[in-house]
């Protein structure tokens, strides 16, 4: 089914993978695991149709880790022409009715119902997180604004989020495989708009 996708010009999939985090999919109740990520990925490259994942990349649960890895994960895999910036900056939205405001933990993070955002604020227990969020979405934003390079954005994005977590540059294992696994990577098709979740 998926080589019959490509040769009929399917120019991309929007799949919304989330997480790779293990704890953060099943707060979500994704039903899917990173295993399952790559596997996609590998069915996607074999048809020559680039799948092109969405995240939220902040939760109540996500570790400063499970941000790094993320970055590597996406490095790694050569996906880096694939997720448009925004994506690194996207935070959980909480509205009214939410199957979320009912778990167990839920008293440990979620805070006000903001009318006007329809959507509950909520903090994450690790301050830096919260920080790095609103780091990261301006700095998307300018990069957007100034028609920046997508990779340019993302070794930006990276960056900071390093400096702001702690983690040396030149420790970050994932950056040989990106040139290798880019390469086998057809050129992405975008949207116009990149502001989607």
């Known amino acids: 089914m998926s080589e019959e996708l490509g040769q009929l010009g399917c120019a991309f999939i929007v799949s919304a993978v989330e997480s790779l985090s293990p704890r953060v999919l099943e707060h979500l109740a994704k039903g899917h695991t990173r295993a399952d990520v790559e596997e996609a990925l590998r069915i996607a490259d074999a048809a020559g149709i680039p ?14 880790e499970d941000y790094l890895e993320l970055l590597d994960f996406v490095a790694a895999q050569g996906l880096v022409e694939h997720i448009d910036p925004i ?79 702690g983690r040396e540059a030149a420790a970050n294992a994932a950056e040989a495989p990106e040139a290798g696994a880019s390469a086998r990577r057809r050129p992405v098709p975008h949207l116009t708009e990149a502001w989607f979740c």
Do not use: C, K, N
């Not at 935070?91 to 939410?98: A, Y």
């Not at 440990?108 to 919260?130: C, I, K, Q, T």
């Open 87 to 165: 994506q690194y900056a996207i935070r959980l939205l909480v509205p009214p009715g939410s199957a979320l405001l009912g778990t167990p933990d839920a008293a440990e993070w979620l805070g006000p119902l903001d009318e006007a955002a329809f959507s509950y604020r909520w903090e994450h227990a690790d301050p830096r997180m919260d920080a790095l969020q609103r780091e990261v979405a301006a700095l998307v934003e300018r990069a957007a604004a100034q028609h920046r390079p997508t990779a340019q954005t993302f070794a930006d994005v990276r960056t900071l989020a390093e400096q702001r977590l």
């Open 51 to 64: 799948l092109r994942p969405t995240f939220v990349a902040f939760t109540p649960w996500t570790t400063a």
